[in-house]
């Protein structure tokens, strides 16, 4: 009888050991392995960031490929993994490169370069029970990152524009130019090249163009072949306002981009309010002018065919008829990402762009 009771207590021990073993494991997978995952998490949040914040500087140069890294090293380290700050190496866990919709290629071309590939790891993380169960003191992980930017494509969409509008034939009248220097004249029917244009508004009324140029009264977006009304008046206190908006303007002519700006006119009322150089800049709505330009109607209704970003910068409101102009600047040759949505058929410097995508 003492054997066989001696025999079970063995047992029990024995039974007893297994069971501590079998606790000890699940200890390991619902803590050590739950608290690796945790820090997983933690780390996956932090290149996440770090990548999206990266690749929102590339712009084409060199120079945003450098800012690109830098941001990414800076968001890395506003989160934390394990309790510490991400302290990514800008030299092995940061890469710039292209994705090309299914892989990402490390490149060196800032014209081709689109995307951000972070990849940083967590060594030694502490285990509470995974030592004894299976012998491992030390756990670790790892997380990547991918963000890209997307393309821009021309705009369908804008929410704010200047009340001008011109016909999509003007350009072909500058063929190669990528900066239109042109006097908008909306004065006779023989020689306009424009016309005042609102969406939704009548165009005819003065009071509704200022109010415009003021406040930029638009409500909600105006979208391709949305019908814009055209008003080909010189309308005297209107050219007087939008010389106002240059004249308080916080923006100077650029110079680098729109090139020299000349002579102001002989009766301009920007420079007769002592601030000629400066100017008033924004999208202008571009509408179907058809084949001969010459024989554009600007007191009709047109449909919006795009939108062309224009530099504002001399008004002439006094005078003959014939000299009641606008001196603008239309950009056709750089990208402004004005537009709120995307779709556009037309490319004159109007761009939407697609917000950044996290790929991987």
Request: aromatic share 8%.
């Amino acid at each position: 009888m003492q054997r066989t009771h001696l025999g079970r207590r063995g047992s029990t021990s024995i039974q007893l050991a297994l069971s501590l073993t079998s606790i000890l494991g699940m200890g390991a997978l619902v803590v050590d392995i739950g608290y690796a995952r945790l820090v997983h998490v933690q780390l996956q949040g932090a290149v996440d960031a770090a990548a999206h914040a990266g690749v929102a500087y590339l712009d084409g140069t060199a120079e945003g490929m450098e800012y690109a890294v830098d941001g990414a090293v800076t968001f890395g380290a506003m989160n934390f993994a394990d309790g510490q700050p991400v302290e990514l190496d800008p030299d092995t866990e940061i890469e710039l490169g292209v994705w090309d919709g299914s892989e990402f290629f490390v490149s060196e071309d800032p014209e081709e370069v689109n995307a951000v590939r972070v990849v940083a790891g967590a060594e030694g993380l502490q285990t509470w029970f995974a030592g004894a169960a299976f012998g491992r003191s030390e756990l670790a992980t790892n997380a990547t990152a991918i963000a890209v930017m997307p393309a821009s494509e021309p705009a369908g969409a804008i929410e704010c524009y200047i009340p001008l509008a011109v016909p999509d034939c003007l350009f072909e009248k500058y063929p190669d130019q990528q900066i239109i220097d042109v006097d908008l004249e909306l004065n006779s029917d023989k020689n306009d090249n424009a016309g005042w244009a609102l969406v939704g508004n009548d165009p005819s009324s003065a009071s509704a163009i200022r109010d415009h140029l003021e406040n930029c009264t638009q409500e909600g977006e105006i979208e391709l072949m949305d019908v814009t009304r055209l008003n080909n008046g010189t309308l005297t206190s209107t050219l007087k306002a939008l010389a106002d908006q240059i004249a308080t303007s916080e923006t100077t002519f650029d110079e680098s981009t729109f090139g020299p700006i000349g002579d102001p006119y002989e009766k301009s009322d920007v420079d007769k309010a002592g601030a000629y150089g400066k100017s008033f800049e924004g999208p202008l709505i571009v509408f179907d002018g058809g084949d001969d330009c010459d024989n554009v109607k600007y007191t009709q209704d047109q449909d919006i065919t795009g939108f062309v970003w224009g530099s504002v910068y001399d008004v002439q409101s006094t005078g003959a008829v014939a000299s009641k102009n606008i001196a603008v600047r239309l950009d056709v040759a750089h990208e402004y990402a004005e537009g709120t949505a995307g779709g556009g058929t037309l490319d004159q410097g109007i761009s939407y762009q697609p917000p950044i995508m996290l790929v991987h």
